[in-house]
């Protein structure tokens, strides 16, 4: 009977023992990685100085998930005018576009700050939802805004942008309109690549090169998958602006790389307007033959091929 208890005792005592040396094994492999990580960190630092490579400060939130969106349908209660927009005409195509055109040409300024173009949304287009300021483009005389979701910008998606058209006068005139709808997001909020490991990934790959600035990196939602049924998935993603020229992508999960180019985007963008903008004119003679025009001459600016 002694000898049972003995043994019992002896068991439990290893087992305790056992617990004990892997909890410290745990501790002292984490505190080793994280040392690692540190140390690998710090040498991609020094590389970079040593390619004179510059890079902003950077954010410490890399927390996410995935965002699935739904499709929005918009009705004609959508497109009642708040008290705060300029007159406008304005018509729904297929539930899903809204074109507008100003009543009066709205000007505006050149090389403004970004706040500037941001206010010029709450007097232009819909309150729908939150959009971003992404750009003017030259060569079509436009200004771009890509539409938020958790007040991250969604990039370069075709069901959530505004795309506002000026004359040569550099006034606004028409837009066209998408929204995104209601979102979801996924359980798990999973640790993102950080934003350093981003610029790295962009170094490995040969994208990243002596002399570059980074100057922004920031992290929205971008997906290379269209809608299928009326749901879409997007995943959290870096935005790495380069010079003040080129901006790369970065999965914030998986960490491939990708690069959309703007112009072929806003081709498929403007040939779709053409698209729902014709079929609705062949119902309704009131469609301004304007609004087709200019469109179709912003498509033919694109199909010259002479566009940087």
Known sequence: MEWGRIKLILIVCFLILNIYLLVQFIEKKEKTDYGVLEDLQSSFEDLLKAESITIPELTTDNSGTYL???????????IKLASSQVKQESLLLDEELIVSQLSDPLPVKEDESTDYYEELEEKIFYPLGDYQYWGWNK?????????????????????????????????????????????????????????????????????LHSGDDVKRVNLGFYTRVPYEGDTQVFAPTWKVNINDEE??????????????????????????????????????????????????????????????
């Open 139 to 207: 060569a079509l005389n436009a200004l771009i805004y890509f539409q938020k979701k958790d007040d991250r910008t969604v990039y370069f998606n075709q069901n959530g942008i505004v795309i506002v058209y000026l004359n040569d006068d550099n006034e606004a005139v028409y837009y066209t309109q998408s929204v995104l709808g209601e979102e979801e997001f996924g359980e798990d909020n999973s640790d993102l690549i950080n934003p350093l490991e981003a610029v790295e990934t962009l170094y490995r790959a040969n994208t």
């Open 68 to 78: 699935s969106v739904d499709k929005k349908v918009l009705t004609e209660e959508d």
């Open 247 to 308: 901006d790369y992508f970065v999965n914030a999960i998986e960490g491939f790389i990708f690069s959309t180019d703007e112009n072929e985007f806003l081709y498929e963008n403007i040939q779709q307007s053409i698209d729902l903008l014709k079929g609705k004119r062949t119902k309704n003679k009131k469609i301004p033959q304007e609004m087709l025009d200019l469109l179709e001459s912003k498509l033919e600016i694109l199909e010259s091929g002479e566009v940087e």
